[in-house]
């Protein structure tokens, strides 16, 4: 767990305890606990609606596989997307994907409940039950983080988009381009296939949409992300490496003041052990850019630690 970014595991941990909540509240089906009840995102029109809905729904679940398929692709993808952005902008696009798949699920019961007709009925027959409008349409719940993982995978395909991945059950490596383009596909005729599998299909797709309105966004106005920080996640390395060569030159400086010294080494061997640390940087630097930064040997690791306290 200390491998994984801050917001990711942060992430993690509340989703998987709301979970454990839920499970204890209501064993054989997390999903209609007290939490999922108060929590879910209800219709906008129903009296159980609440604005804050939009932001819990994000961490209940309805079961295991439910959950299970949402945290491993949090972590699989959110952790080197929070790596490259750096925690704010990564949970700000998080948050923003989330709440997005909600606009849109709220949209499309709309458009059912207009369409239906269900305002012009005091009462509704579902499955041969009569029950109140009213309560009818409280059932109208959305919980899980789906739609913001979908953001994240939506992201990733964008930012790496001819990264190769191994998909079960493909036996050969996929694309991430053609990976977000598959789902995209499933998802719109899962939609278009009617409703009955109790996934919130339009959500996932709605997640999508707004991530990707939002990188384009940013792409288009970069000044516009600067509370986040820089979008480019090698910038704490960048930075360890302009202050280490800003103080060997200081110390260069320094050495040409002393007194002189025989030992002293010469300008030819001072050069020369400047190149070598230099090339080392680079090619550490290099390696991060390509595999991440947990693809360094503990030597390697040490070397930066080193190099960064003398910054």
């Keep these: 767990m200390n491998n994984i970014p801050t917001?990711?595991?942060?992430?993690?941990?509340?989703?998987?305890?709301?979970?454990?909540?839920?499970?204890i509240m209501y064993p054989s089906r997390p999903g209609y606990s007290l939490l999922?009840?108060?929590?879910?995102?209800?219709?906008?029109?129903?009296?159980?609606?609440?604005?804050?809905?939009?932001?819990?729904?994000?961490?209940?679940?309805?079961d295991w596989t439910h959950i299970l398929f949402n945290m491993f692709a949090l972590w699989m993808f959110g952790s080197v997307i929070e790596r490259v952005w750096g925690?704010?902008?990564?949970?700000?696009?998080?948050?923003?994907?989330?709440?997005?798949?909600?606009?849109?699920?709220?949209?499309?019961?709309?458009?059912?409940?207009?369409?239906?007709?269900?305002?012009?009925?005091?009462y509704v027959s579902v499955d041969g039950v009569r029950m109140a409008t009213d309560v009818y349409?409280?059932?109208?719940?959305?919980?899980?983080?789906?739609?913001?993982?979908?953001?994240?995978?939506?992201?990733?395909?964008?930012?790496?988009?001819?990264?190769?991945?191994?998909?079960?059950?493909?036996?050969?490596?996929?694309k991430a381009k053609w990976l977000v383009v598959g789902y995209i596909a499933i998802e719109l005729f899962s939609a278009m296939s009617g409703p009955g599998d109790g996934v919130a299909h339009m959500a996932h797709l709605g997640g999508m949409l707004?991530?990707?309105?939002?990188?384009?966004?940013?792409?288009?106005?970069?000044?516009?992300?600067?509370?986040?920080?820089?979008?480019?996640?090698?910038?704490?390395?960048?930075?360890m490496k302009r202050r280490y060569d800003q103080r060997q030159q200081q110390n260069h400086m320094k050495a040409e003041h002393t007194h002189f010294d025989p030992r002293r080494e010469t300008d030819e061997e001072y050069n020369a052990r400047k190149r070598q640390n230099q090339e080392e940087i680079d090619a550490i630097l290099d390696k991060i850019r390509k595999s991440g930064y947990d693809s360094l040997t503990k030597e390697e690791k040490q070397k930066l630690f080193e190099q960064s306290r003398e910054s």
């Design 87 to 122: 925690p704010k902008k990564f949970l700000f696009y998080y948050i923003v994907c989330g709440v997005g798949a909600g606009l849109i699920q709220e949209l499309v019961q709309y458009a059912d409940y207009t369409i239906q007709g269900i305002a012009a009925y005091q």
């Design 36 to 62: 999922a009840d108060y929590g879910g995102l209800h219709f906008f029109l129903a009296s159980d609606f609440h604005v804050y809905q939009f932001f819990t729904y994000m961490f209940l679940h309805g």
């Design 137 to 174: 349409i409280n059932k109208w719940s959305t919980i899980g983080a789906s739609g913001a993982v979908y953001g994240i995978l939506l992201a990733f395909g964008m930012i790496f988009p001819n990264e190769r991945l191994f998909i079960i059950p493909f036996p050969f490596p996929i």
């Design 210 to 239: 707004f991530g990707f309105l939002l990188i384009r966004y940013w792409q288009k106005h970069p000044d516009s992300s600067q509370r986040f920080g820089r979008s480019n996640g090698m910038e704490f390395f960048e930075n």
């Design 7 to 23: 917001i990711t595991r942060n992430l993690l941990i509340i989703n998987v305890l709301v979970f454990v909540a839920e499970w």
